[in-house]
């Protein structure tokens, strides 16, 4: 067998994708490898990109990372799912946790019960059958103990990115500041051989890594990989990001508020509160996008805010040549459901699940591809699923949203759940059903039929389960501390 080919790997960029490429590729094949991270202070990092879900604590494990340690570091606070706040109709909220909904059977799904249940006048909202809907809409916590809850993190991006650098540095990786001029590539072959910095630095390797953002340096600049536009499903393109005080106790869970022309998001960290306003230019102005951001902010704003433009779509190939984009560089789904950094880390998973030996070979790239592919498919489908579902009145994007012709995968989704109320996750789905479900309804689809299973139950045990189920969530949930109190248990960052 011949030895490990693949030795000299070259991160280029170190916003959150580049460092944790690094730090993932060290603590888990550091032996083998010699790991170069190549960025540029100058440029900075995107700097957004701080709500996550609840493949950041997986990963986490598999990295070894403390989870008291990055809380620490990074002034998380903890995510139980997404307040959708106005979509549907103005004046409405749901709640999209990282929850399971009831009890489901082999046969049929629990929300079959709970439409007839709903229908009998027994049942109200699904929310209080799931336990993590509860814990958010009441604000109570806990990382451990009896009531064990899926959870994810809000977290401070700047922060994380330097935890992830101390970690990663110290267990080898090597950083060069400066500025990538020149991507160097083999004149046959047209496999990156170099980065050449614009101080004439040459940083040679043999498994080259695009993290350089929106810019996408290597996969697009130098290898020519087309970008697929979906802004045509997906019609945001800007944001207005912007910090702010404190001004409450920080909800386990983010805000997604509705607003005339996309929505605005509020994540709360320890120290400090993430905000921005997501929209369409097209629908909207920069001036008005700023006035509304700025009518809306509560607490002294930390940092001015920043104008981000970015386009909804992918890289049909990530993996070219010997070069892998990943983050940004490989493509962008707006942050509604707080997707992007899970990608990282799923793209990142799969890495080091086929990391190759003695070459890039074709079938692995090939099967990468593929497997990014159709999860990002499954995922811009979600996320169109919420702009799609809506019934404001008033406002030109909400209606060309309800207009828009949608993915045919996404077509027979919405029917099959309007139809009989089924609802499925394929293997490359993120989203569970659970998730499906709670936005479906909350986005107001309402099934015409539910499974025929669901009348078999006499309608005095379908009373009690449902009394139980509530009553064992509500009693859980009692028991658990408020979410500022298991967070006191977590240092704040210096
Ligand atoms: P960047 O942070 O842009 O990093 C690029 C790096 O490349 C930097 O270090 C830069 O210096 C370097 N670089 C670029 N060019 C050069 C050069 N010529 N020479 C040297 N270095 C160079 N994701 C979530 O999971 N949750 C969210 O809530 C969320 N919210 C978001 C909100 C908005 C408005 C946007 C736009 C994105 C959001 N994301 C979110 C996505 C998330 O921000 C990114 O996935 C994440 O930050 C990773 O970015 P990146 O590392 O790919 O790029």
Redesign the pocket.
């Known amino acids: 067998m011949d030895g490990q080919k693949i030795k000299r790997i070259v991160i280029?960029?170190?916003?959150?994708?580049?460092w944790i490429a690094a730090y993932a590729l060290v603590n888990q094949l550091g032996g083998l490898l010699d790991i170069t991270l190549?960025?540029?202070d100058e440029?900075?990092?995107?700097g957004?990109?701080?709500?996550?879900i609840p493949t950041a604590r997986t990963f986490h494990e598999y990295m070894g990372i403390d989870e008291a340690d990055f809380v620490r570091a990074t002034g998380s606070t903890f995510k139980l799912g997404i307040s959708f706040e106005d979509w549907a109709r103005e004046g409405d909220r749901y709640i999209h946790s990282f929850g399971a909904i009831g009890r489901s059977t082999w046969m049929v799904d629990f929300h079959h019960f709970w439409l007839r249940a709903h229908e009998l006048g027994i049942a109200q909202d699904i929310g209080p059958y799931c336990l993590e809907h509860e814990a958010a809409a009441q604000g109570r916590f806990a990382a451990s103990g009896n009531v064990p809850l899926n959870y994810a993190y809000h977290l401070d991006?700047g922060l994380y990115g330097r935890y992830l650098r101390g970690l990663a540095e110290a267990a080898g990786v090597r950083r060069v500041e400066?500025?990538?001029g020149e991507v160097r590539q083999n004149g046959e072959t047209g496999d990156i051989e170099a980065l050449v910095l614009e101080d004439g630095q040459v940083v040679e390797g043999d498994l080259f890594i695009d993290?350089?953002?929106?810019?996408a340096?290597l996969i697009d600049k130098a290898l020519g990989c087309k970008f697929e536009d979906w802004s045509k499903w997906l019609p945001t393109d800007s944001?207005l990001?912007v910090q702010t005080r404190q001004v409450e106790s920080p909800r386990p869970y983010t805000r997604a508020m509705a607003h005339e022309a996309g929505w605005r998001w509020k994540?709360p960290l320890q120290h400090r509160v993430g905000n921005?306003l997501?929209y369409s230019s097209a629908h909207m102005s920069d001036e008005r996008a700023r006035e509304l951001l700025n009518e809306k902010l509560e607490g002294d704003v930390l940092i001015e805010p920043r104008l981000?433009r970015?386009k909804a779509g992918q890289r049909p190939q990530v993996w070219v040549k010997n070069c892998i984009a990943?983050?940004?560089?490989s493509g962008?789904i707006e942050?509604l459901e707080?997707?992007?950094?899970?990608l990282?880390m799923i793209a990142v998973t799969r890495l080091l699940q086929v990391f190759p030996s003695r070459g890039v070979s074709p079938a692995i790239s090939e099967r990468f591809n593929e497997q990014a592919n159709r999860e990002i498919e499954a995922i811009r489908d979600f996320i169109v699923l919420h702009y799609h579902l809506n019934e404001r009145e008033g406002s030109d994007f909400w209606r060309d949203c309800r207009d828009l012709d949608i993915p045919d995968t996404l077509k027979q989704r919405i029917a099959l759940f309007r139809d009989a109320a089924h609802v499925y996750q394929d293997t490359h789905d993120l989203f569970r059903i659970d998730s499906w479900v709670q936005v479906m309804l909350g986005q107001r689809l309402q099934p015409l039929s539910y499974h025929p299973a669901a009348r078999l139950m006499p309608e005095t045990q379908m009373k009690e389960a449902l009394a139980n189920l509530q009553g064992n969530i509500a009693r859980a949930v009692a028991s658990l501390p408020a979410h500022e109190d298991a967070l006191r248990s977590f240092a704040s960052p210096a």
């Open positions: 280029a960029g170190g916003g959150t994708a580049g190549v960025e540029s440029i900075g990092t995107v957004v990109g701080e709500s996550t991006a400066g500025k990538i993290c350089t953002g929106f810019r340096l944001a990001a994540i921005g997501v981000i970015f990943l983050g940004l560089s962008f942050p707080s997707t992007s950094i899970h990282i």
